[in-house]
């Protein structure tokens, strides 16, 4: 009787194991490759991720921009996220190589990212 018990027991385990939502059972990959910028949608890099890869410019999809709230660099270069405040006016931020945030203060202004200092924009 103990061993069908013990049966049934890691049974009902392992079917309850395996109809959790695969989010739950695992843990997010932070591994940043060499090179990159990656920002998060959630504090202390957790929610959904974009990493940009210099050089050139790029803007930010859709789920991050105006919603990174924290971001770290592994990018060999210097990187600047641009917040465009109207038409022809922006602010950058500069994000220097080995440079995190788990609680970003540019969390809703992060609208572009590039490698070269944008000189028609602002520091912010």
């Known amino acids: 009787m103990f061993r069908r018990a013990t049966t049934l027991t890691v049974a009902l385990a392992a079917a309850l194991l395996s109809a959790a939502p695969a989010s739950a059972a695992l843990a997010p990959d932070r591994s940043l490759a060499p090179g990159e910028v990656c920002f998060y949608t959630q504090p202390g890099y957790a929610g959904a991720s974009w990493?940009?890869?210099?050089?050139g410019y790029a803007d930010v999809p859709a789920?991050?921009?105006?919603?990174?709230?924290?971001?770290?660099?592994?990018?060999?270069?210097?990187?600047?996220?641009?917040?465009?405040?109207?038409p022809g006016e922006c602010l950058y931020r500069t994000i220097w190589t080995g440079d995190?945030?788990?609680?970003?203060?540019?969390?809703?202004?992060?609208?572009?990212?590039?490698?070269?200092?944008?000189?028609?924009?602002?520091?912010g």
Do not use: G, M
């Open 100 to 123: 995190r945030s788990t609680n970003w203060e540019w969390r809703n202004k992060l609208d572009a990212v590039q490698s070269v200092r944008p000189t028609d924009c602002q520091p």
């Open 51 to 55: 990493c940009y890869r210099p050089p």
């Open 63 to 86: 789920p991050l921009h105006d919603n990174a709230a924290s971001f770290e660099s592994n990018a060999d270069v210097t990187v600047y996220a641009i917040d465009w405040v109207r």
